[in-house]
């Protein structure tokens, strides 16, 4: 369990990039924090594994307070997280085997306890075969396993991955990621995965945080935060392809179907507005299965303009999340974000 | 004509004195390597650690000794040589002689090589340093295993090309009493115009330098693994 209590950290000159966090991770849980670059996500994490003192506030793992721990205390305090890396930061000069032993060299591990803890954590990734070989010799997902091993060795509690696929290509993400479901799900540890692409935290996150000039702007349940249309973070989470083809003017709806709502897909939605004489067009749409449930974003237009108000009524009516937009709105909204970027 | 053909390579010289030099060159090369190693390796880790990147940064103790490395490395080797005298003696009792050249060539070369350490060190990525300390390693675990060990392919080139410099000052040193093929090729083949003295010290210093740099390549690509 990690809590975070009223963490703040300004760094000598004034520049605040954290303040008053506050953060509780059940043990156990898999929680993304995303955020812009900028947004205080490089401080919080070495504020998380030690490397930086925070400035006010309390971080505990396991009811042991990180900040309030000095000397061997904070040596002990780090290695209860183990740390995964974008580009894994692995020795060139260390075998994948001598790599993983490493954090158990420094922890004063005898030798045959060491083999044999390597040996399980290989199987455990699925690299017993490569134990011999030079990081230069393994492909970028292998390379990332021995990562995700090494930071196993020292049996920590918590797993801290800084953007642990945003160097590796799609299929090799997958794979990545379903060993960091695997593993939460086989030693009970609480993962932590920092990251910006939305597609890592729809595929393996339970709970979300968002991180904003240094604040957590919005955490929670992943669903949960989904389900709150009126936050940025779930648009982006399911988030619309753009309508550029439709003039600037012309009236939008768009509607957010989670299965909790009473209209549970969207075939329902329809039959609803033809029913209400409604007919409308989906000009751009986005399904995702998030923990097993459907969850859609909707960008529908009414045939005919006069009908928007009252297509929106039916909707809300029907317990939807429904709100009328423009071409227009929803085109400076996209440009910002690319401005952003 | 055949008097002179006569002469090549039956050059007493070559016969009594050659062995000698080619000696003295290897031994002021090899002692001269072993102390710039013994002083400047410590030299370049500490300019390392005490500067912007490094594990301890301590700005103006490194400018203080980056400033002594680089007064050093400016002073040219044949002044450095003449200028340090009586220390030489001081040291090994005489500044005549392939030991005292010693003296002066691992004064001339620690700050050298301590730069390229320095340099190889700055290579290693920052993140592996990271990476190793959240393990809660220490600085001096961090130094050994991580900077040392990972930038030894880079230390090991920045030697060959130190080893290799060495013995073109060894040859300098020659001038002025040090001894070794410099010397020889000074005395006799350019003083008494005995062009095969002249060419064998030429060759053989060619050879050395060649066997120096293939040697340092070879070992630097084995214990590199990147």
Redesign the interface.
């Known amino acids: 369990m990690i809590e975070l209590n009223e963490v703040s950290k300004v760094y000598p000159g004034g520049v605040t990039a954290l303040n008053s966090v506050n953060l509780h991770i059940p043990a156990g849980e898999i929680h993304g924090i995303v955020g812009r670059s900028g947004a205080g996500k490089s401080t919080l994490i070495r504020c998380l594994?030690?490397?930086e003192d925070v400035t006010e506030g309390q971080i505990s793992i396991d009811g042991v307070d990180l900040t309030a721990a000095r000397g061997a205390e904070l040596?002990?305090a780090?290695?209860s997280?183990g740390?995964v890396?974008q580009?894994v930061?692995?020795?060139?000069?260390r075998t994948a085997a001598k790599n993983i032993a490493?954090?158990l060299e420094?922890?004063r591990v005898p030798k045959a306890e060491r083999r044999r803890r390597v040996a399980e954590l290989l199987e455990l990734v699925g690299l017993s075969d490569r134990a011999d070989n030079?990081?230069?010799q393994l492909s970028g997902g292998q390379k990332q396993r021995v990562g995700i091993a090494r930071a196993l060795a020292?049996e920590p509690g918590v797993l801290l991955c800084d953007e642990p696929t945003s160097a590796l290509d799609s299929t090799t993400t997958r794979q990545i990621l379903e060993l960091i479901g695997q593993l939460r799900d086989r030693l009970g540890i609480t993962v932590i995965i920092i990251t910006h692409e939305m597609s890592v935290v729809r595929e393996i996150c339970d709970a979300v945080s968002l991180l904003d000039e240094g604040s957590i702007a919005r955490s929670g349940p992943l669903l949960d935060v989904i389900s709150d249309r009126s936050s940025p973070l779930s648009k982006e989470l399911i988030s619309l392809p753009p309508t550029s083809a439709l003039q600037p003017g012309a009236q939008l709806i768009e509607v957010l179907l989670t299965e909790s709502g009473t209209i549970g897909h969207f075939g329902d939605l329809f039959s609803l507005l033809s029913r209400n004489g409604l007919p409308t067009r989906v000009e751009a749409g986005s399904i995702e299965t998030i923990q097993g449930r459907q969850v859609g974003r909707l960008h529908i237009r009414p045939e005919d303009s006069s009908t928007a108000q009252k297509t929106l009524q039916v909707l809300t009516d029907a317990g939807l999340h429904a709100e009328l937009t423009t071409a227009a709105a929803l085109e400076t909204e996209a440009g910002l974000k690319e401005e952003e970027a | 004509m055949l008097l002179a053909e006569e002469r090549w390579l039956n050059n007493p010289v070559v016969e009594n004195q050659l062995l000698e030099a080619v000696l003295e060159t290897l031994y002021m090369t090899l002692a001269t390597g072993f102390f710039t190693v013994l002083f400047g390796l410590p030299l370049g880790v500490l300019l390392h650690n005490l500067g912007p990147k490094g594990l301890n940064p301590m700005s103006p103790l490194y400018r203080a000794l980056s400033l002594v490395v680089d007064f050093g490395r400016a002073v040219p080797f044949i002044v450095l040589m003449l200028w340090i005298i009586p220390f030489t003696r001081l040291i090994v009792g005489t500044a005549i002689g392939w030991e005292a050249a010693v003296v002066p060539l691992t004064v001339g070369a620690i700050p050298f090589f301590a730069r390229m350490v320095e340099n190889s060190l700055r290579e290693v990525s920052w993140g592996k340093v990271e990476a190793v300390r959240m393990m809660g390693a220490s600085d001096l675990h961090v130094t050994w295993n991580v900077l040392l060990r990972e930038g030894l392919p880079g230390i090991i080139g920045g030697l060959t090309i130190t080893l290799v410099t060495l013995i073109s000052f060894t040859a300098m040193a020659g001038a002025v009493g040090g001894g070794g093929l410099g010397q020889l090729a000074i005395n006799y083949g350019y003083n008494r115009y005995q062009a095969d003295v002249m060419l064998i010290c030429v060759i053989l210093l060619v050879v050395i330098v060649t066997a120096v740099q293939y040697t340092g390549n070879f070992i630097a690509r084995r214990l590199d693994h990147r």
Do not use: K, Q
């Open positions: 594994t030690g490397l040596i002990a780090r290695r997280i740390m890396f580009h930061n692995l020795l060139d000069s490493h954090p420094i922890a030079y990081p230069s020292a």
